[in-house]
């Protein structure tokens, strides 16, 4: 079966310093994998996507993903935080049954 | 581009009552559908997933049940809600031959009184 750990489950970081979100995923095959943000009481938004090819993804609002498969990794990174960047962050891997499966979230504080 | 409409947003309920949310999809055709459930920190659990009008699959034995009577419209039910049921519901869709990411509605959040 499929899952994903994020070892953080809360994150403070300073407006316009660097934000890496850990992720680590078990999946037997390829995976697929996915970030997604929540802002408190709406739905997820998708940020960026693996699926194959570079392992450097880029994403919306500045975000961008490397996969690794040596380290079963995929962590989320920014340059510089915005305050609007405060939000629920989740990592996700799906495998060809298009079923994803979720990690606990990371929540990330921004303070001015 | 496809847009899932979730109702009603809150929802407070007591225990005993039964309970309908619904889930419409517009903007696509056949999509896969999707039901989770997300209590208060922690991540999202998987209910139900369709792949098709009455092709209901679920993932958690429990009190709740979905349907889906027509291609774009996917509904969770219960007949007796219980406390454990509170939670943050939300739909999501996936456009067939394109990818596998997930699109999600804005959710429905749910109290059991």
């Known amino acids: 079966a499929q899952s994903v750990t994020q070892p953080d489950i809360h994150i403070t970081v300073s407006e316009g310093a660097s934000l890496e979100l850990r992720c680590n995923y078990s999946?037997?095959?390829?995976?697929?994998l996915f970030w997604y943000v929540q802002s408190p009481g709406q739905g997820l938004q998708l940020l960026l996507k693996?699926?194959?090819?570079?392992?450097l993804v880029q994403g919306i609002k500045g975000f961008e993903a490397e996969f690794k498969r040596s380290q079963s990794s995929f962590n989320l990174r920014k340059p510089s935080v915005h305050w609007s960047d405060a939000a629920e962050y989740f990592c996700?891997?799906?495998?060809?049954?298009?079923?994803?499966?979720f990690g606990a979230g990371t929540t990330v504080t921004v303070r001015a | 581009s496809q847009t899932i409409h979730q109702w009603p947003a809150t929802l407070v309920q007591p225990v005993g009552s039964p309970l309908s949310l619904e889930c419409t999809v517009e903007?696509?055709?056949?999509?896969?559908l999707y039901w989770y459930r997300q209590a208060a920190g922690r991540g999202l659990q998987l209910l139900f997933y369709s792949i098709g009008i009455d092709q209901i699959s679920s993932e958690v034995p429990q009190n709740l049940s979905a349907s889906r009577p027509q291609d774009r419209q996917f509904i969770l039910s219960s007949k007796k809600l219980l406390l454990s049921d509170s939670g943050f519901y939300l739909c999501?869709?996936?456009?067939?031959?394109?990818?596998?990411?997930?699109?999600f509605g804005p959710g429905t959040r749910l109290t059991v009184t």
């Open positions: 999501a869709a996936r456009i067939r031959g394109i990818s596998y990411e997930q699109y």
């Open positions: 999946y037997g095959a390829t995976p697929y």
């Open positions: 996700a891997v799906g495998g060809a049954d298009y079923k994803l499966s």
């Open positions: 693996y699926f194959s090819g570079d392992t």
């Open positions: 903007g696509t055709s056949n999509p896969n």
